[in-house]
Structure formats: structure tokens, C-alpha cells
């Protein structure tokens, strides 16, 4: 007994000194709360003036794991804003106010979220009696208020500008945010689904529209919903509502934006819409039918015929029905076509994607369209609607009203030994494939293969935000092998919104990113695409995404949306050799040059002949040899060059930093062929070797050339080497040593140079014809094929190179203060006669441009 009353007074102590009073409209840095130390008060700790309005750390529900910083309507208990909605803390986080803002941190002190830094110290935090949360300053301006940064809800004496948007929590308890959203148009006010919109409100019998002015805000007051117009306070569109003191106007976890009044603790809904629950994209999940049942409130879901419902538990998706008696090819697409009178939420507000096409050129413009889910087709006007990226509910009307007639794209798994790992995976798991980019025997690879996931949409729903997986399942592919397809949304999450550079290629910039189960990914922006864009993209990744090498970077995804383009590959934690050639930092050693050079060559073998089609690279460079743990060499940016129209390539060649690599006859409009791969590989080869870029600068020690003008290569202080020129050079005098990168001098023997540097020069032999392939370059760098020798008359065109190389690099700026010294090499480049450089003139020299040729990028 005593011993409860000792633990009893322990217990009261210590509550009395955590709990805290409230304060009333005011208080001021420094200034910490937590639901913990508010207990008693349900983690209020702010009232305003006449107590309308509080502010508390509060946990919505009767869940105890979120808590979020929320301004509540006292009365009917009513969240009307939150702070941290994508970052709950636990019971004992807290909320400090200090001179710089507001900061939510968890226990331990990790920050959840805090206000923006502001230019001036803030001096108080207000809660006034409309529900705003204010900070402010020392002359008692605003610094920055919760109305202007709305969560799902807005209060009268609120404006939702033109530019934010309300967006939904994922339910009641769990405020993060969810799939819809109510955002305002120039002319409207729309509730959207993934960015499908879904609802209008001038379309409503009880909105008046009034004028045409552009919209600015939308306000609820006593009276009424209102969009006021951008000039003055004009009214675009206003709906009449019965006098209430204290109104919400929300868009739902349901999807629903609905109106409420609150008498005390009870609610009256005063308009919902959609009033037609059948139209929310998501109600009955993923294909699944909805159907009026009494009443428009209550929809009852079912599968379409031709589909059934998923048999994972709690899922509201259906799924087509397995029909293994059809024996269809599993690489075949077909159309599941859907009722008469079935239609999708969205053909209501979208404009069709085409006209006067009939229903088979409707299909087949979603046959080539990867990221086409499905087609309506009007019959009578020839209008075809794709429905692409997601896929939402289907609503049954009995009316016909325009003879939509609705098809889902799908391919029925054939036989179960076509995808093994799948049905071993997910056993008892029923599996549809969607098929991706189809365009004739190339893509018989292409099969998208829908994994239904279990998720209920609640579920999927409430993971969101943490588990891009969830939302994956939306979207449906999962493909052994194949990439998956992203949401932009995810990309940007998983970038954070394209934070971190990583690189930047001839087709756009990488951004690190992490998807939610912790991958590392880098993310490719892609921006030179051809106007053919998206069917090509598509094709291209499609076959891309079937070339699977040790030695190759993996695609793992693609996003195709609002011409956007989007590339997800593995991550490679070592950087482009490039960095690690030239770069600073430890040096690489001869073995693992080597081995480099052995990984790279059998990946681009494989490109030209280990796959179903050959693949051309165009764009070999140690920027697109990648390193992986233990300096595993993998090509990346292969297959993309296919995307580009020839303008564009030989653009982008000569723009984008493959001058030092680009074989003649790029120059020269002649046939490109995987030799051109072979030169450039070539290229690399020689810069493995002396660990410098071919076309750097070196800082030249003797001056034998001296600035004499004997010869063209010097700069007053820098020597420019075209060392392709000058390994020629040391190959006829047999000085191959000469050639390693000084760093490693002392390490290598002349052999080992010689092996590389034979092999170098063999593969940026002029006449294409006379470049070993790559699969021989291979089996020369293991050892198993005899060394080739290089062909003196057709690496002449290398001394022409070196001397215009030296003639520009006068003008060069020195960007290499690096102390790898070639004594030799200024004096080799010297004794080029211009009797010599004549003799090598070859036919397409007029075409080459000092640029083209020179100055590392
Ligand atoms: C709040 O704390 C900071 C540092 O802890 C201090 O510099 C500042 O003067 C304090 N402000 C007030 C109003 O007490
Ligand atoms: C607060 O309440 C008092 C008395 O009930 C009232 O006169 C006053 O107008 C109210 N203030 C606000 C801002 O609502
Ligand atoms: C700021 O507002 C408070 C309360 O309304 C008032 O007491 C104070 O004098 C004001 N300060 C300034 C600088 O206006
Ligand atoms: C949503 O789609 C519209 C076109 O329907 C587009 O203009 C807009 O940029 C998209 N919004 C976002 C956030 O991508
Ligand atoms: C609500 O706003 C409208 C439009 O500005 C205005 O005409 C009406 O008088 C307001 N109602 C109240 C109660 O203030
Ligand atoms: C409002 O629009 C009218 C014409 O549409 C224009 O004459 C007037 O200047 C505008 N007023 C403001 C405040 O923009
Ligand atoms: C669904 O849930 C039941 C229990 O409610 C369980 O026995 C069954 O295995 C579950 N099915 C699947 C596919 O998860
Ligand atoms: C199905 O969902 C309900 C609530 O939505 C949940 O209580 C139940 O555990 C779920 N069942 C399974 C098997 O996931
Ligand atoms: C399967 O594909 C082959 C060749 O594409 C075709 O000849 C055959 O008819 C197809 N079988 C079925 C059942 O569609
Ligand atoms: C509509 O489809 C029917 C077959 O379902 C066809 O006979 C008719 O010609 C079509 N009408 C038009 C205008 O294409």
C-alpha cells in the first residue's frame, strides 16, 4: 500500500510539473509545447481571445501515434488546420517558438517541420479569433500565417488564393496528405485525382455564375461560397448557403468537397460534392464498377463483367478474368471491352485524345502509347479518349448518353512457365500484364505484368506519401525484368524534388534519388528528345529495359507523363570514370585499369551483338563508364541515341562533350556503325593509360619547343597535347613507358603499356573496316586473341588532329594545373612538319571544326 501511495505521489509530482498552463492569444519565444506537458488540456495550449479557436499538439482520432501541430475549432473539436500533416510527432514531441519561427521536433530532437526563415526575428505567435496562427514581428507585422498555407480546409475570413491548392488528408486520423485535391482555374473552381480533374463547380445547379473575370480567391463567409474575380471584388461564381456563424469548406479524405456548419458538437453537411459518389475516381478501387444503389450516397462497387474481383483481402480492385483456355500468346495484347453504359469518371472533363478515328485506329493509338491504360470510343463523332498513367473506378449509368463503348488494355498471362518467378513470388495471385509499347516483333519482350498488390485502398492510401510502392500499385506494372513506370510525383519525392546533381549527359541531367524502400537511384532528366517524343521514348525503353549485362547500368524505371521524360538506373556508387581517371583522389592502379577496360569492352560487345538487336552506343566516354563496388566498370546511356533525329545527334555529339571521342566519319556523314563504338572506345582506352583526357592541357616542364614559334603547341606557360597523336608517336619509336600516366610510373611494365596502347591505336584506326570488334577487343585484353598492330596509314589522320589541337589549345584557357608532365610530348607534337599534316589531309577536313576536335568540355 505504501507503496502505491508512493508511486501515486511520484505520478502527481511529476504530472504538476510537466503540465502547463494555456495561454490566451498570445505567446511569445521562447515558447515550448508538447501534448505531454499539456496533457490535462488535450495538448492545447493556446486559446483565442474569446476561446473560438485553440492551438494544440493534438492527435486526431482515437490513434496515439501521430500528433500534429492543428488549430481547432473548439466547439465542435473540429481540425481546421495542421502544421506537420506528412510528419507526425509522438505524444512527446514538441512544438517551440523561437525568434526564428516555429520548429516541430521528436523526442530526441530530431526536426519534423518548421516555418521558413523570415527576414526579421519573430516576436509573438497569435491565434485570432477567425482560426489564423500568426507570426509576428516586433512592429506587429505578419511574418507569416497559417491561412496562407491551407491543409485541406478553409474557415470564413479565409481566401484560397489562385495559386494553392487544398489537399486531402488520407482519412480522418492520419492528416497526411492524400490523392485529392480542390485547386482553383481561371475561370473555376475543380476537384482533382492525380491531376484528372474530376468535378467543376461552375457546373453545379446551385452555383451562379456571374462574370467573366479571371478567378483570385475563393472565400466562404456566412452567406455563401464565393470565387472572387481578379479585378476589385467582383464575384465569377457564388453559392447561396443558409446563415451559420462557424463554416468549413473541405476537401474529404473521401474525396468529396464538402461544406459543413456546426451547431455546438453537431454537423450539417450543407453541400457535398460530387453529389454523385459514383463520380470520385477511387471509389470502388482500381477498374471497379460503381452502381447507384438507393440513393446516390450510397454506391455499391462490383467487378465489370469480364473482370473479377482481386482476391488479395481488402482490396477493391478487380482484375480481368483469367482465361488460360484462349491460349493467347502471352506477348499479345488484347482489349477487355467493357458494357454498354459503363464510362469513366473522367471522359466527362477531358477532351478526347483524337477525333474521327475509328475504333480500331483508337485502339492501336493505345496499343502504341506505353503508358495508355485503356480507350473510350464515341461511335457517332469518332472521338477516342485514352486513359493513361492511372486507372480509376468505372461508373455504370443507365443512361447511355453519348455511346462511349470502353476497352482496358491487358494481356492475359498464357502460361504460367513465361513468368515463373511471378506466380512462385505471389502464389495464388492472379496476373495480368498491361502491354507496353507494341510495335511489331521488336517488343515481344514488352509485357508489362500487373502484380495486384493486397493493399486495401485504405491501406495503399495511408502509405502514400512514406511507400512510393503503394502508389505503384495504382499504377499496376511490376515487370520482372522490365522497367517499372513512375509517377512523376514519385520521381520528384524520391529526388526531393531534383536536389542533387549528379551528372550531366548529351541527354539531360541526373539527380540522385532514393525510392521509399531506401534504393539509391539515379534519376535521368531527359531533354533532348526528338519531336517524335513519347512513342519513341517509349519503344526505346522498352527495349532498353530487356538488356541485361554485368557490365551494363540497369534501367530500372521510366516516367512518360506531361512531356516529361524520365529515366531511373541503378546507382552507382563510384561516380563516371572520369572523375576517378582524372579526378583527384587515389589513384587507379594498373590492375584496375585494366580491369575497367575488360568490363566496359564486354559491355559494349554485348550491346553489339549479345542482344536481340544490335545497339549502337554513339556516346562512349569515360562520362558513360560508371563504377560500382569494387571498380565494377558499367556502360550507361546506352540505347538512347535511337531517340535523337540525325540533326539532333550530331548536334548533341558535337555540343555535348564527345569531341574527343567522335570517329571520322561522324564528320563525315558516312555510315555510323558500331566501329564508331570501337574508335571512342579506343579513345578511352588511351586515356586509361595516361590517365589524362586526350585533349587536356599539360603544364609542360622543358621547354624544347620553347615559345620560339617553331611550333604551334605552346602557350607561353602550357603545352596542349593531342595524345592520341603522341602515342602514336611513342608506338613507332617503341617507348611505350613513356605513354603511362607519371603517377604510376615505376608500376608498369612496358608490356603492360604496350598491350593497351597497341590495342588503343588498332580501334581508332580511320577506315572503320580496319577497328577489331568489340568482342575481339575482348578477347585481346584477356589475352585469348593475338594483339593486333596497329595500321600506321590509317592512323595518319591523328597527326592532322594534333596539330589543330595545338593551334587552338593556344587559345585555351590552362584549366589543368596538374603536375602530369609529358616532356616529350610538346617536342613530338613539334616535329609534326607541316609538310606531314599536309600529306594527311583527308577528304572531310573541311568539315571539321576546330571545335569539333578540341578543348575538353
Ligand atoms: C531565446 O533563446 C535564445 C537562445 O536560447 C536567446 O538568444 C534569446 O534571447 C531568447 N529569447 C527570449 C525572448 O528569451
Ligand atoms: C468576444 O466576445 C465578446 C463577448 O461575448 C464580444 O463582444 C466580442 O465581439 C467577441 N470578440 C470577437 C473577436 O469575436
Ligand atoms: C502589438 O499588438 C499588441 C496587442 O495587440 C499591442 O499590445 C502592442 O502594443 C502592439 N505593438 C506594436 C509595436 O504595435
Ligand atoms: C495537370 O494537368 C494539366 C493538364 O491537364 C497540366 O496543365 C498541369 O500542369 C498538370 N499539373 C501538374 C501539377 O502537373
Ligand atoms: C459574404 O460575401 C459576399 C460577397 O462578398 C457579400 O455580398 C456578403 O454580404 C457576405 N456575407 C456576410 C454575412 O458578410
Ligand atoms: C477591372 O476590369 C475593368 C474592365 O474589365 C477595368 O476597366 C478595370 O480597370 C479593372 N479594375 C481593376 C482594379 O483591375
Ligand atoms: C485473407 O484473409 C483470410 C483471413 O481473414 C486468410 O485466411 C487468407 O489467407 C487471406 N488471403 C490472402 C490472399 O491474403
Ligand atoms: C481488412 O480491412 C479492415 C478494415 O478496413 C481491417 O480491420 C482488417 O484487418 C483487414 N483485413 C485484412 C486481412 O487485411
Ligand atoms: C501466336 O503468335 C503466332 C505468331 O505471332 C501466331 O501465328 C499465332 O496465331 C498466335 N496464336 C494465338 C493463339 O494467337
Ligand atoms: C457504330 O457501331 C456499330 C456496330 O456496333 C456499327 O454498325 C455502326 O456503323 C457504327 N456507327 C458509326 C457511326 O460508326
Known amino acids: 500500500m505504501d507503496f502505491l501511495i508512493l508511486i501515486l505521489n511520484v505520478f502527481f509530482l511529476s504530472f504538476s510539473l510537466v503540465s502547463a498552463v494555456s495561454f490566451t492569444e498570445f505567446v511569445y519565444p521562447n515558447f515550448t509545447a508538447s501534448n505531454l506537458r499539456h496533457v490535462d488540456a488535450s495538448g492545447s495550449f493556446l486559446f483565442s481571445s474569446n476561446g473560438t479557436f485553440k492551438a494544440a499538439i493534438f492527435n486526431p482520432g482515437s490513434q496515439q501515434i501521430r500528433f500534429y501541430l492543428c488549430v481547432i475549432h473548439v466547439e465542435s473539436n473540429t481540425v481546421i488546420w495542421s502544421a506537420n500533416r506528412d510528419s507526425p510527432v509522438s505524444k512527446s514531441g514538441t512544438m517551440t517558438l523561437s525568434g526564428n519561427g516555429i520548429s516541430i521536433t521528436e523526442e530526441g530532437g530530431s526536426l519534423r517541420w518548421s516555418t521558413p526563415p523570415f527576414q526579421s526575428l519573430v516576436s509573438a505567435l497569435r491565434l485570432t479569433e477567425t482560426g489564423n496562427l500568426v507570426l509576428l514581428d516586433r512592429y506587429n507585422a505578419t511574418l507569416w500565417e497559417s491561412f496562407r498555407n491551407p491543409t485541406d480546409t478553409i474557415v470564413i475570413g479565409q481566401e484560397l488564393r489562385a495559386e494553392t491548392v487544398l489537399l486531402s488528408a488520407v482519412s480522418n486520423d492520419d492528416l497526411s496528405v492524400g490523392n485529392y485535391g480542390l485547386a482553383l482555374t481561371l475561370s473555376d473552381a475543380t476537384l482533382l485525382w492525380k491531376n484528372l480533374t474530376y468535378w467543376k463547380l461552375s457546373m453545379e445547379t446551385k452555383a451562379y455564375v456571374n462574370s467573366g473575370y479571371a478567378v483570385e480567391f475563393l472565400a466562404v463567409n456566412q452567406t455563401g461560397l464565393y470565387l472572387f474575380g481578379r479585378n476589385g471584388s467582383a464575384v465569377v461564381i457564388k453559392v447561396n448557403l443558409p446563415l451559420s456563424e462557424f463554416r468549413t469548406a473541405k476537401i474529404d479524405a473521401s474525396g468529396q ?67 488460360d483456355n484462349k491460349g493467347l500468346n502471352s506477348s499479345r495484347l488484347s482489349f477487355v471491352q467493357l458494357d454498354y453504359g459503363v464510362d469513366y469518371f473522367a471522359n466527362d472533363f477531358t477532351l478526347p485524345t483524337n477525333y474521327g478515328v475509328d475504333l480500331s485506329q483508337c485502339r492501336d493509338l493505345c496499343s502504341q502509347d506505353c503508358s495508355c491504360l485503356g480507350i473510350f470510343h464515341e461511335n457517332t463523332s469518332g472521338s477516342c479518349y485514352k486513359l493513361e498513367n492511372v486507372l480509376g473506378s468505372l461508373i455504370s449509368r443507365s443512361t447511355t448518353r453519348n455511346n462511349r463503348l470502353g476497352f482496358i488494355k491487358t494481356v492475359i498471362r498464357a502460361s504460367p512457365t513465361d513468368f515463373g518467378v511471378l506466380s512462385n513470388d505471389e502464389a495464388g495471385f492472379p496476373v495480368i500484364a498491361v502491354v507496353l509499347p507494341l510495335s511489331g516483333f521488336l517488343f ?102 530487356n538488356i541485361h549485362h554485368v557490365n551494363l547500368v540497369k534501367l530500372k524505371g521510366y516516367c512518360a507523363q506531361r512531356r516529361q521524360w524520365l529515366l531511373v538506373y541503378e546507382y552507382m556508387n563510384r561516380g563516371s570514370l572520369d572523375r576517378t581517371l582524372f579526378g583527384p583522389g587515389p589513384v587507379l592502379e594498373w590492375a584496375e585499369r585494366v580491369e575497367i577496360a575488360i568490363g566496359a569492352a564486354r559491355g559494349l560487345a554485348y550491346l553489339h551483338s549479345g542482344c536481340e538487336r544490335k545497339i549502337i552506343h554513339c556516346d562512349v566516354k569515360p562520362e558513360n563508364i560508371l563504377l560500382h563496388d569494387r571498380l565494377q566498370a558499367k556502360i550507361s546511356d546506352f540505347g538512347l541515341s535511337k531517340l535523337l533525329t540525325r540533326e539532333q545527334s550530331s548536334l548533341f555529339t558535337t555540343m555535348r562533350g564527345t569531341r574527343g571521342y567522335l570517329a571520322p566519319e561522324w564528320l563525315t556523314s558516312s555510315a555510323v556503325s558500331e566501329k564508331t563504338d570501337v574508335y571512342s572506345f579506343g579513345m578511352v582506352l588511351l586515356e586509361l593509360v595516361s590517365g589524362r583526357k586526350n585533349c587536356g592541357l599539360v603544364t609542360k616542364s622543358h621547354s624544347r619547343g620553347g615559345n620560339s614559334g617553331s611550333s604551334s603547341v605552346c602557350s607561353s606557360s602550357a603545352g596542349a597535347i593531342y595524345f592520341p597523336f603522341y602515342a602514336l608517336e611513342m608506338h613507332e619509336q617503341g617507348r611505350y613507358l613513356e605513354l603511362v600516366d607519371p603517377r604510376l610510373r615505376g608500376r608498369v611494365t612496358s608490356e603492360d603499356a604496350e598491350k593497351l596502347v597497341r590495342l588503343g591505336l588498332c580501334c581508332v584506326h580511320e577506315e572503320p573496316g580496319l577497328r577489331p570488334t568489340m568482342v575481339s577487343v575482348v578477347g585481346m585484353l584477356e589475352g585469348e586473341v593475338a594483339l593486333c598492330n596497329p595500321r600506321i596509314e590509317s592512323l595518319n589522320f591523328l597527326r592532322f588532329y594534333g596539330r589543330r589541337f595545338a593551334e587552338d589549345s593556344v587559345m585555351e584557357e590552362t584549366k589543368n594545373n596538374g603536375a602530369m608532365v609529358f616532356p616529350d610530348a610538346a617536342a613530338a607534337a613539334a616535329n609534326v612538319s607541316d609538310n606531314s599534316t599536309r600529306n594527311a589531309t583527308h577528304r572531310y577536313l573541311s568539315y571539321i571544326s576546330s571545335q569539333q576536335i578540341s578543348g575538353p568540355r
Open 257 to 323: 468537397f464538402i461544406i459543413s456548419s456546426f451547431f455546438g458538437v453537431a454537423q450539417r453537411h450543407e453541400f457535398v460534392w460530387p453529389i454523385d459518389a459514383c463520380q470520385i475516381p477511387f471509389v470502388c478501387g482500381k477498374i471497379g464498377l460503381c452502381t447507384n444503389g438507393v440513393s446516390v450516397n450510397s454506391p455499391a462497387c462490383s467487378c465489370p463483367s469480364g473482370f473479377r474481383l482481386s482476391a488479395s483481402n481488402n482490396s477493391t480492385n478487380c482484375l480481368p478474368v483469367d482465361d
Open 444 to 545: 515481344l519482350f514488352a509485357i508489362a505484368i500487373l502484380l495486384w498488390r493486397r493493399y486495401s485502398l485504405e491501406e495503399k492510401v495511408k502509405k502514400k506519401k512514406q511507400s512510393f510502392k503503394n502508389s505503384l500499385s495504382d499504377l499496376e506494372f511490376t515487370i520482372p525484368g522490365l522497367p517499372l513506370h513512375f509517377d512523376y510525383e514519385e520521381l520528384q519525392t524520391a529526388t526531393e524534388n531534383f536536389k542533387t546533381k549528379i551528372g550531366t549527359g548529351g541527354f539531360g541531367t541526373v539527380y540522385k534519388g532514393k525510392l521509399p524502400d531506401k534504393t539509391p537511384v539515379a534519376v535521368k532528366r531527359i531533354t533532348n528528345i526528338g519531336a517524335q517524343g513519347k512513342k519513341d521514348f517509349c519503344t526505346e525503353i522498352a527495349v532498353i529495359g
